[in-house]
């Protein structure tokens, strides 16, 4: 282990000692509550053009002209906070080891800003700049798997990669990294980490065991008013639990799911309809049972010690989500941004992302470098350290099985506005009660 | 000459008091022109928009919003949230008449008790101003969690059943926006109390009446239209609120506000987010109206009246 390592190392065990680290997701409870700060300027500008078509879509133009060339010195890189390897030099100075390792390799520098507060939010003020064809503050953006992502796609505002610039990519992604449904191909996406959407609940304050999606509408099992639900996430959720695919669904089936989301709220398990901040919630004490995001739970339960939290999937299955980097038109250093995103499909470097940000990584070989790394700890000392690197290796929602996996499915592809009115006409309803 | 002259001597002066008058009276409009041009851009400009947004059709998938005078996104809202924009003024108005009960003998007691304490009291009312609003209502979720700060030992000592919950209830929201919007009520109301010559109510005793009496024809309708004032700077912008809902609210809270977000957000559909804003904005528009001119106009006429007197 290098005493670059070794001083990451370190870092990360002290922080997670201190209790000070939040998973991605949950640090920023109020993103919707941020997005309150921009929504009148990116109001505003969103509101400005109108007309146009697909306005500044230069997608379509040919893969080997836009990463063709040399690189730039300079990768413009924004990502969600927390959700990058991170350590202190000596001088107590915060750094990205992963980074400074990506700067001596290639002797390009990534200016690397957590500036994703949410989708929406990131969207929004992104969205008039690409449709006015100016955007050039970005070479690499992450956005979840959703309708963000599908706009960016269907009006090209993403470039399509080269694919000949990725043979990282191609050796190391795993089958879900590989070819999403969102996505077939990879041509404009590669995925920085995912996670699932299931069900967490609190072994202390449930009436037996929850194994099927039903126990959230069951008041006897869950409490009255004890069930937290994820906004965006619930109809795909509720589809996978019914048998359909999300993927090949249709209105008739997004009103089989909308039926059964209106059974529960009429049971009256449900307590709130969530964006974020569900965690607080579940941790407080407020919730019983939850859907909820796996690295959260994977954090309290691992990492913190909450032993009475079960993350599990339900009978009928859970849903699979990943965000992804994509390089967004005007992109400065579009070459740049290629070599920054193959430079993460390399197994050791996806690894020391995953020690700090505790998501499911898309790379191969990520769970026996954790494992390894955990025998170092014993090694050097660090038992403590060491057990929290086994426990993230052996979690199987950090590193899930062919039969875990095979119980997932991504969420519904819309891609037209007709499918979006019809998706929000069945399902805003239920929340917007 | 000598007549030209004199001509011309007698216009000089008249020219330059006409200039200096002219200049005169456009100093008011030369002071009034940086705000001016301040709503303009920032207010003006933006309402333009919005109503222009607000007629267009298309989607974000298409690529495309076009101004095609499509008034069916505000027939479309106005016929789908109806609830929600009645719960929004029923919950502003609840916030609104709790802020004034609370501050009302809050900002009595600075203004005529407070005395030298007068400034550090009112600091005290605008502190939770130093904290971030959203951060703020967060901090009401641990307070008032179901095993939180308040009720975990009440629960614990059996004074409360388990099953109480003050939190994702319409109490929650009402409270919280009675919290947030305080300050926006007891400012106003202190300034009109501040005014208020003390002389008066101690004219009113002398004449016998009582405290009672006294507050009710003296102070009270000076008061009024400090009143007047809280009352549009708590209402209007609970009403447009969705912060408290969305954290401490439950699954029937939704206020218009959540509604405009999501369209804008999450939906990303422009044109019916800004119609529902556009018809906020009218439903406020006219509530005030008729408050005002119901209440507020003729009563702070007669209250300026009677401070002038």
Redesign the interface.
Known sequence: MSEREERQMMDSALQRAMGSRFSRRSVL??A?????GF??AA??A??????????G?GGGEDPAVVFGGQPGDTVQFANWPLYLDQAKDKDGNVFHPTLRLFKEDTGIDVNYEAVIQ?N??F??KL?PEL?AGTQNDWDIIVITNG??L??LL??EWVYQLDTSLRPNFDANATSFANSPTYDEGNKYSMAWQGGFTSIAYDTTKVNGEITKLDDLADPDKVG??SVGMLK?DMPDFVMVNLGIDPATAGPEEWKQAAAWLQMQ?ESGT????Y?Q?YI??FV???TTATMAWSGDVLYYKVWLGYSDFEYIFPEGGALLWQDNMLVPVGAPNAPGAAQVMDWYFDSKIATMVTEWVLYLSPVKGVQERILKDGDAAVEDGYKGYATKLYNTANNEYAFPSDDLLGQTKFGASI???EA??EW?NIF?PI??? | MGSEGATLGEQKPARGRGGWEARKRRVPYWLMLPAAVFLLVLLVIPLIILVYTSLQSGGVFSGAFEFTWNFSNYTDQLGQYQEQMLRSVVYAGLTTLLALLLAYPMTYWIAFYGGRWKTSILLLILLPFFVSFVIRTVQWKFLLGDQGLIFGPLKNLGLLPDSFRVLATPLAVIAGMTYNYLPFTALPLYVALERIDERLVEAAKDLYSSRFEAFRHVVWPLSLPGVFAAFLLTFVPATGDYVNAAVLGGTNTTMIGNIIQEKFLQELNYPEAAALSVILMIVMLILATIYAKVLGTEDSALAAGATGA
């Open positions: 409870k109020g919707g509550m941020g997005a309150a929504s009148l109001f505003m969103a509101c400005g053009g109108d007309g146009g078509g697909g306005g879509g949410s929406e939010e969207f929004g969205r449709q309708r963000q599908n706009v269907a009006n009255q008013n965006s709220k449900v307590r709130q309809y964006d901040g607080d919630d407080a004490g407020n891609t037209t506005d979006a009115e929000d805003l929340s917007q009660g």
